[in-house]
């Protein structure tokens, strides 16, 4: 359950990434609330896998999913560039936060 927890709250990140930039093209009520409520159900859930996991290691792979799911967010919906770099270095992103879970 702390694995789906910390995963949904490193998807939970990239949705309030994308709620700012929605919140930077439509300033109404309905984008803050979208912000506040996904980073709030974000932290919510980190908090709570960090009960099982490490602080350090739990923090890595949400910034890494968070990250890394804002950059393919804006590949896919906002048609930023798919540079074969760009992926390679995404996937070293998340392969850092795996690398750390293995050595914890």
Same mark, same amino acid.
Do not use: C, H, Q
């Given at each position: ?6 995963? =949904?709250?490193?998807? $939970? ?6 709620? !700012? ?16 409520? *996904?980073? &709030? =159900?974000?932290? !919510?859930?980190? *908090?709570? =896998?960090?009960? $099982? ?5 739990? #923090? =890595? ?9 804002? *950059?393919?967010? &804006?590949?896919? !919906? #906002?048609?930023?560039? /798919? ?5 390679? $270095? ?8 795996? &690398?750390? /879970?293995?050595?914890?």
């Amino acid at each position: 359950m702390a694995w789906l927890s910390l995963i =949904a709250a490193g998807l $939970f990140e990239t949705a309030g990434v994308l709620s !700012i930039n929605r919140l930077n093209r439509e300033r109404n009520a309905k984008s803050l609330l979208l912000l506040v409520g *996904a980073f &709030g =159900a974000s932290f !919510i859930l980190l *908090a709570y =896998a960090m009960e $099982f996991f490490p602080m350090s290691t739990a #923090y =890595a792979i949400w910034t890494g999913i968070g990250a890394s799911g804002g *950059a393919l967010a &804006g590949m896919w !919906i #906002y048609g930023e560039s /798919k540079d074969w770099r760009r992926i390679l $270095f995404i996937l070293m992103i998340l392969g850092a936060a795996v &690398g750390l /879970k293995l050595v914890e």
